[in-house]
């Protein structure tokens, strides 16, 4: 399965590649 995401700057959804593939970092704002 691959996750995708939004990208606002090409307004398209394009699949989601670590740069590490062992570990994901995800910075939230406003929660």
Do not use: A, E
């Not at 990208?7 to 989601?16: A, E, L």
């Amino acid at each position: 399965m691959s996750l995708h995401i939004f990208d606002t700057k090409s307004r398209k959804k394009v699949p989601f590649i670590p740069l590490d593939g062992k570990h994901v970092r995800m910075y939230v704002c406003g929660i």
